[in-house]
């Protein structure tokens, strides 16, 4: 019996023992008897840190679209799949059943093909929250395209520089896109994108706004009279457990974005399991994740983990704020969602606006709270309870990362006793341990360390694209034999575990993971600017914001320190998105350093969260004076 549904707390005890002592033959059995299969593996899992190289069901044959759609359709297919509610509340919702998907898959992979698009090719897909998102990455899989989605908040620098990464074949888009009173130009970004790309054959775009763009002859193309024409039959392609499914770029602490490898067959598995558990969800339970596909939530618990589990899952175009920041509620009264997983951020920026939008609807159909991203802290995570869930839905604090693939720590609601900020157990599998700065592991109850993980699990990803060696030093070489994960954490004497943060160059920012050197390469670029240094400070609903440091080539001419700040602003988001916009821009004459020139970010750190009494012994610093100067112009 493989515990593919864990039902109270002795259970998950048990299975997670299992797991732990006979962890081949724990995967083995739940793959076996929950998913379809084309061809059994030859080997469950092989693996090596120090290469580093995991393979989990080597040799099996599948398609994971096989096991996210077709199989459900004898079952399940008037069931409701996808639930696109619109960025207008006025605009109906539209209830997309396991048939149709069927059919719109089928007809998008045929379509895809028609392009030329085969196996192992990568389409990079850049669209709003529209189900055509969640139906184009499926039509990839279903004919092993490797999906490469980029967040359409991205700049038109930011999507080249991940189409280039990738030798993307194609790019499915939108005319545009609606956000809140807002309408974006996707095509034109797109566009400019590309003028700096060569790879690209084909354009497919969506129609959503029908605004006027313009579309170049032989390589554009609308995609409805495409389907209208496509077969709805798209026989699948049978790929290797080990064959990647998808790449997702996630910022590094230095240069260019990481494109993570994730395979099928470990992916499929995981991300499956931890979403029936993690979220108990029940056949008939509406499930709504507010993240965006753009990102690794939405990948693993919006498309393939509620899938693979025959759900129903709501894609929601809107923003939280749009037409008012009841607009979350009103979802969840309208379509009765159970599971409803946000972001600490959202939860903050609501809070803000105080009980009286909470109030005005009816959230009594909710049964699970999840929370990811980033730390929840103590007062964001009361106003989650007491207001969303009436103190009896659990929250579920999932702590993961775009690396992992799926959820690693996390409550499993009605199960394992919550704690606030506390992301509390290890999912079924993982085997976390904290280390400290000389790279012992630090046994026993309480501790605080930097969080690796011992032992592979099916969904860590492979490798960054084109560049096993990063991927190697960055996860690999600190620690011996584990997975480095970039973050602290403290352990209470239960062995709950705490998340504290980032412990490299990563700052996260309304949720979203920014690497501090990309950012201060774009800013080198202004004209006026010789160096700077950019580091996170707490924020009340951001979590972490951006403070800048700069230094300013002396011009001689007269400077407006305002008008320089937005040109500075401007270069970070044509270079990357307004999501990286630095909230402070402090001028300085000169940045601490280390003798060998090494930019001291610890201290600029303090000082930008004005704790300058930690900042401790500063005196072995090339140039110690700037500090006082820094402190004394601090904004
Ligand atoms: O620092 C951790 C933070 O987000 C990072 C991963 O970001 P990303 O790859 O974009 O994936 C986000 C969605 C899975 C982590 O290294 N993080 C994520 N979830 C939590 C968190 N920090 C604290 N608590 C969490 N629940």
Known sequence: MSNYHIKHLEEYLQVYRKSINHPEKFWEELAEENFVWRKKWDSVLEWDFEKPDVKWFQGAKLNITENCIDRHLLTRGEKTALLFEPNDPNEPAEHITYNQLSVRVNQFANVLKSKGIQKGDRVCVYLPMIPELSIAVLACARIGAIHSVVFAGFSSTALATRINDADCKMVITSDGAYRGNKTIDLKGIVDEGLEKCTTVDSVLVVKRIHSEIQMKSGRDFWVQPLLDKAATVCPIEIMDAEDPLFILY?????????????????????????????????????????????????????????????????????????????????????????????????????????????????????????????????????????????????????????????????????????????????????????????????????????????????????????????????????????????????????????????????????????????????????????????????????????????????????????????????????????????????????????????????????IAANEMESIGDISTLLNPEVVESIIENRL
Request: with cysteine; glycine share 10%; proline share 6%.
């Open 250 to 606: 996630t910022s590094g602490s230095t240069g260019m974005p990481k494109g993570m490898v994730h395979t099928t067959a470990g992916y499929m598995v995981y991300t499956a399991y931890t979403f029936k558990n993690a979220f108990q969800y029940k056949e008939n339970d509406v499930y709504w994740c507010t993240a965006d596909i753009g990102w690794i939530t939405g990948h693993s618990y919006i498309v393939y983990g509620p899938l693979a589990n025959g759900a129903t899952s709501v894609i929601f175009e809107g923003v939280p704020s749009y037409p008012d920041f009841g607009r979350f509620w009103e979802v969840v009264q309208k379509h009765k969602v159970n599971q409803f997983y946000t972001a600490p951020t959202a939860i903050r920026a609501l809070a803000k606006y105080g009980t009286d939008f909470v109030d005005r609807y009816d959230l009594s159909s909710l049964k699970v709270l999840g929370s990811v991203g980033e730390p929840i802290n103590e007062e964001a995570w009361h106003w989650y309870n007491d207001n969303v869930g009436k103190k009896k839905s659990p929250i579920i604090d999932t702590w993961w990362q775009t690396e992992t693939g799926g959820m690693m720590i996390t409550p499993i609601p009605y199960i394992t006793p919550t704690k606030p900020t506390y992301a509390t157990l290890p999912f079924i599998g993982i085997q976390p341990c904290l280390m400290d700065e000389n790279g012992n592991e630090l046994k026993g109850g309480q501790a605080e360390g930097r969080l690796c993980i011992k032992f592979p699990w099916p969904s860590i990803a492979r490798t960054i694209w084109g560049n096993h060696q990063r991927y190697k030093e960055t996860y690999f070489s600190a620690y011996k034999n584990n997975y480095f994960t970039g973050d602290g954490a403290l352990r209470d004497e239960v062995g709950y575990y705490r998340i504290t943060g980032r412990v490299d160059d990563v700052v996260i920012v309304s949720g979203h993971n920014l690497g501090t050197a990309p950012i201060e390469d774009a800013i080198n670029e202004h004209p006026k600017v010789v160096e700077s240094a950019i580091v996170g400070f707490p924020h009340d609903i951001k979590g972490s914001a951006l403070y800048g440091y700069v230094i300013l080539k002396d011009t001689g001419q007269e400077r407006d320190p305002d008008n320089l700040r937005k040109e500075i602003n401007q270069i970070i988001t044509e270079h990357i998105g307004p999501i990286a916009k630095l909230d402070k821009i402090q001028f300085t004459e000169g940045l601490p350093k280390t003798r060998s020139g090494k930019i001291m970010r610890r201290i600029l750190r303090k």
